[in-house]
């Protein structure tokens, strides 16, 4: 079942499937590759407070609609009105901090790409799914900036100099290296995902 109650017209940038006790989010904006809007990272926000309060919800899911995950904040619209800046930026860091610490089972599919606010918005859940088709990257370190959305605490917890090369560098990162260094916690060939399974039914 899908579910589409929602206030602020985020609902078609973030679709909300309902199975059992599973929730399963679906980042909606594929031709911007699901760069994550403000309208999707409230709706995001407001779904993770309910389900993590809801005694009927143990398992929340994050996918990405397309061929990525999240390619990261939808920067050009906060360039286009610079007093949204903190008003974004202060919503996505505190979703990030919401997965962070999140009580209920969290699941991200990082099947594509995964950028930026993309890593944001999944390597902070508990398990993190990657599989031929992921490319992880910091890309705003090319631009001269520091890698945000919580990256100097994950990165600094990666084995090795995983996380100082991925920080420093902006390096592209396929499925298998996000798995070898910690940034996935499984991989599964894409074509044998199937929430179903997840979710316990067949």
């Given at each position: 079942?899908?579910?589409?109650?929602?206030s602020?017209?985020a609902?078609?940038?973030?679709?909300?499937?309902?199975?059992s006790?599973?929730?399963?989010?679906?980042?909606?904006?594929?031709?911007?590759?699901?760069?994550?809007?403000?309208?999707m990272?409230?709706?995001?926000?407001?779904?993770f407070?309910?389900?993590?309060?809801?005694?009927n919800?143990?398992?929340?899911?994050?996918?990405?609609?397309?061929?990525?995950?999240?390619?990261?904040?939808?920067?050009a619209?906060?360039?286009?009105?610079?007093?949204?800046?903190?008003?974004?930026?202060?919503?996505?860091y505190t979703?990030?901090?919401?997965?962070?610490?999140?009580?209920?089972?969290?699941v991200?599919?990082l099947?594509?790409i995964?950028?930026?606010?993309?890593a944001?918005?999944?390597?902070h859940?508990?398990?993190?799914?990657a599989?031929?088709n992921?490319?992880?990257?910091?890309?705003?370190?090319?631009?001269?900036?520091?890698?945000?959305?919580?990256?100097?605490?994950?990165?600094?917890r990666?084995?090795?100099?995983?996380?100082?090369?991925?920080?420093?560098?902006?390096a592209?990162?396929?499925?298998?290296?996000?798995?070898?260094?910690?940034?996935?916690?499984?991989?599964?060939?894409?074509?044998?995902?199937c929430?179903?399974?997840?979710?316990?039914?067949?």
């Open positions: 079942m899908v579910s589409a109650n929602s602020n017209g609902t078609d940038q973030v679709l909300v499937e309902e199975k006790s599973v929730r399963t989010l679906i980042l909606n904006r594929p031709r911007q590759l699901n760069a994550l809007s403000f309208p990272i409230s709706r995001l926000l407001e779904l407070i309910a389900y993590e309060d809801d005694p919800v143990k398992l929340v899911i994050l996918k990405g609609q397309g061929r990525a995950f999240c390619a990261g904040g939808d920067v619209a906060v360039a286009n009105d610079p007093n949204m800046g903190a008003t974004f930026f202060w919503k996505e979703l990030n901090y919401m997965m962070a610490t999140y009580k209920k089972i969290q991200s599919i099947d594509g995964v950028m930026g606010g993309g944001g918005a999944s390597v859940g508990r398990f993190r799914v599989t031929e992921s490319m992880f990257a910091m890309p705003e370190t090319a631009l001269g900036l520091f890698p945000d959305v919580g990256a100097s605490f994950y990165l600094s990666l084995p090795g100099f995983f996380g100082e090369y991925a920080g420093l560098t902006g592209r990162l396929d499925g298998s290296e996000m798995l070898a260094c910690g940034l996935a916690t499984h991989y599964v060939p894409s074509v044998v995902i929430i179903d399974l997840l979710v316990g039914e067949n």
